[in-house]
């Protein structure tokens, strides 16, 4: 886990594990919660709702995101990093911190189950393009629900707030939620263009301790409002 006083910047080339989109949704799958007393009873939320997919972007858009070189980002567009998450109708709400790549290859997840992580490697909330990622626990070593089991109760409609730093907070409306099989999760969740979108991921029963946690995954898709 990355300290919380280290650089709020990744270096300038990140770790071949980070490279592509496939490899990026290992690690997240790799990385995502494998501590469970949750009930392997409990019931997998109901899908609802198209994913977004990408679309061409305007000629002459970007990202603020280099095109090959994931991770590295253009001088000439700052980014306001995300640091809250709201979800007033079901009552979610998490401070969010950057995450990346840890040493081993794996994704950085927030070790407090009520805070989320965005994915730096890729799009911030507000972003033009691309899926801005937000990841986090559904519950804690403890057996505690974490802030991300909310997301279970999220309906089609729902208004998401994310608070950025130095710059106004960005509103999204929930379109879709889906859960797929932990090896199936879409290359399209870490796209750096097409339309905007975001994007907030947890995991999904069943639970299985001896295949190494939960075995799906929950995805919530939201795109910006107004």
Request: net charge neutral; with cysteine.
């Amino acid at each position: 886990m990355r300290s919380r006083t280290g650089p709020r910047r990744p270096p300038r080339r990140p770790t071949a594990a980070a490279v592509g989109a496939a490899a990026v949704a290992a690690l997240v799958l790799a990385a995502l919660l494998v501590w469970s007393l949750w009930p392997s009873g409990v019931s997998v939320p109901s899908d609802f709702g198209t994913r977004p997919r990408a679309l061409e972007p305007a000629t002459g858009a970007s990202s603020g995101i280099l095109d090959d070189a994931p991770g590295e980002r253009k001088t000439s567009r700052p980014v306001s990093e995300p640091t809250a998450l709201r979800v007033p109708r079901v009552s979610l709400e998490a401070r969010v911190q950057d995450v990346g790549v840890r040493g081993d290859g794996t994704v950085e997840i927030p070790d407090d189950a009520e805070q989320a992580g965005w994915y730096r490697f890729g799009p911030a909330p507000g972003a033009p393009e691309g899926s801005a990622v937000l990841i986090g626990h559904v519950d804690d070593r403890t057996g505690d629900l974490g802030a991300f089991a909310k997301l279970y109760g999220v309906r089609k409609g729902d208004a998401i707030t994310v608070a950025r730093e130095d710059a106004p907070p960005v509103r999204y409306e929930v379109t879709a939620r889906e859960v797929v099989d932990k090896d199936r999760l879409p290359d399209e969740v870490f796209r750096r263009h097409g339309q905007p979108v975001l994007t907030l991921v947890t995991c999904a029963p069943p639970y299985d301790r001896e295949r190494g946690g939960y075995q799906r995954n929950l995805l919530v898709y939201a795109v910006p409002a107004g």
